[in-house]
């Protein structure tokens, strides 16, 4: 028995919908960020429960992910722009890129934030078992996640956001 062109239609959009509104739901539910302590690959120890009154912006990322290595420099650019306004980015390299590219990468790049690897894959648990990249979480100044992007995210509403949660009190 054939299906409609229209039935199937209605299915398509139906999906669609779906997915759309558990992307919205997944992208502004306010959760906890992890209890998680971290190094970087200079040796800073720290966790997100001791970076509470920052916002910060965490993103998961490769050196093998073309996405990761197109928004590098937008994220350097956010860093820089609001580090002196209690803002933190914290950058983890996945469990699967080489921690030699990582760390030839940051430093060719001068990266200017956090740069850990998550050798062990715990980061990427922790935060609901990432597995693509990018990945980037907005954690307010109350230790919340107040924003999921999955892929590069709309850095205007990015700044918009930052700006927004960076004005509220901790």
């Known amino acids: 028995m054939a299906v409609s062109s229209t039935v199937k239609g209605i299915v398509i959009a139906a999906l669609f919908a779906a997915a759309g509104i558990g992307v919205y739901v997944a992208t502004t539910q306010s959760e906890a960020a ?27 990322w490769a050196t093998s992910c073309s996405g990761c290595m197109h928004e590098m420099p937008a994220l350097i ?19 699967y890129d080489p921690p030699n590219y990582v760390l030839s990468y940051a430093e060719s790049k001068q990266l200017p934030f956090l740069v850990t690897l998550d050798t062990q894959g715990k980061l990427a648990e922790s935060f609901g078992g990432i ?3 990018p990945a980037t979480f907005v954690i307010d100044r109350k230790g ?5 992007y999955l892929g590069e995210p709309n850095f205007a509403e990015l700044h918009e956001l930052l700006e927004a949660k960076l004005a509220e009190k901790a």
């Open 144 to 148: 919340k996640i107040v924003r999921r």
């Open 77 to 95: 650019d956010i860093h820089n722009k609001y580090k002196a306004q209690g803002f933190e980015t914290v950058s983890i390299a996945m469990s």
């Open 34 to 60: 992890p209890v998680v302590a971290f190094s970087s690959i200079k040796g800073e120890q720290s966790s997100f429960t001791a970076l509470k009154g920052k916002v910060v912006l965490v993103n998961f």
């Open 131 to 133: 597995l693509g990249t």
